[in-house]
């Protein structure tokens, strides 16, 4: 398969930034927003320890004081976007924890907040697969029948073996149901998956992918493995009883996953983001541009691009 020139980007993938030019015609901002949610797998509803990796911080606005509303965050975050040019749109991109975790008519107010701040086109919804009830579902489709809405689901790894090791609280069955219930329709989902996760080879990260592939998935987004203070995850890096993938390797991975993935599909992150200063490692992974242009050179000198050897038809 050629490389795609619906694109019309100059990437060897199909980007957000260059997604949302082609849909919208300029250039649109997701902006973070924390509205105060926890989470199922760490208040112990499902867990009490979370995901090994999660620090269970939230974001860096809980502790400078009391959270703004989201109405206030959303304007924060444009004004500071219309610093640059043509950045006319933007994304409520309810990220922190759970952001389905909540009675739904609480949804509702909060969501709704989002969407009446002028310029805001839609919502991004982060949340687990096992926290998107029927009620919910169907509130976030009449948004997405009349705004651009993504929810946006976390995977990590389509192996239960892998699942339970970094306790996710759910299975691979509960993440194929909750994308076929979801998908299909106006809402797009997106995939969030973690490369380098500890005991898994390369061959089980790339059936993780093809699994994504062969689903109604619009987007994913690729995170590195890091090590956190304060995670468990962290605990073991400190005693070197996890070993860490090299740049060499993660670039490697992530260059086939994206060669099996559809050419639609499009590619939210490729890297991870962590606090600086609880980061512990592996160290490459501070600099997140150098592991990008890695990658953009390693696809280059295969002669590759996104969706080279997918298997599905156009
Ligand atoms: S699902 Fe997300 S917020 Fe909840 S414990 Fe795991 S990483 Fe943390």
């Known amino acids: 398969m050629a490389k795609p020139i619906f694109w019309n980007n100059s990437k060897r993938y199909y980007d957000l930034k260059s997604y949302w030019l082609n849909r919208f015609g300029c250039r649109v901002h997701k902006l973070p927003i924390d509205a105060g949610f926890t989470c199922p797998n760490r ?5 009490a320890g979370g995901c090994i990796y999660c620090d269970g911080r939230g974001s860096a606005l809980r502790r400078t004081g009391p959270l703004p509303s989201v109405s206030e965050q959303v304007r924060r975050g444009k004004a500071f976007y219309q610093q640059y040019p043509k950045s006319e749109k933007f994304i409520a991109y309810f990220q922190t924890f759970t952001n389905t975790y909540a009675p739904v008519e609480n949804l509702r107010t909060l969501y709704d907040e ?33 705004s651009h809405v993504w929810l946006e689901l976390g995977l990590q790894s389509i192996h239960d073996r892998t699942l339970q090791m970094i306790n996710r609280g759910h299975d691979a069955s509960t993440f194929r149901h909750a994308v076929r219930r979801a998908g299909g329709g106006p809402i797009l989902i997106c995939v969030h998956i973690i490369v ?9 990260i790339l059936e993780t992918a093809t699994a994504i592939a062969e689903l109604p998935v619009q987007g994913i987004k690729i995170h590195n493995i890091l090590a956190l203070e304060g995670t468990a995850l962290g605990e073991h890096f400190k005693l070197g009883e996890v070993g860490m993938m090299t740049r060499e390797e993660y670039v490697g ?10 050419p639609t599909m499009v590619i939210q992150r490729l890297t991870a983001d962590g606090y600086r200063e609880i ?27 996104q969706g080279k050897r997918w298997e599905g038809t156009a």
């Not at 991975?253 to 559809?262: A, F, K, W």
């Not at 592991?291 to 050179?297: E, H, S």
């Open 114 to 146: 989002a969407l009446a701040v002028e310029d805001v086109i839609g919502l991004s919804i982060g949340t687990r697969p096992d926290c998107v009830s029927y009620e919910t579902l169907m509130l976030i489709r009449s948004y997405a029948e009349r």
């Open 279 to 305: 980061f512990l490692g592996p160290a490459w992974a501070g600099n997140k541009l150098a592991v990008i242009n890695a990658i953009d050179r390693e696809l280059e000198t295969r002669d590759s691009w």
């Open 196 to 204: 380098g996760l500890p005991g898994e080879t390369r061959e089980e």
């Open 43 to 47: 208040d112990g509803s499902i867990a």
């Open 253 to 262: 991975t992530v260059c086939d996953i994206l060669e099996i993935l559809p």
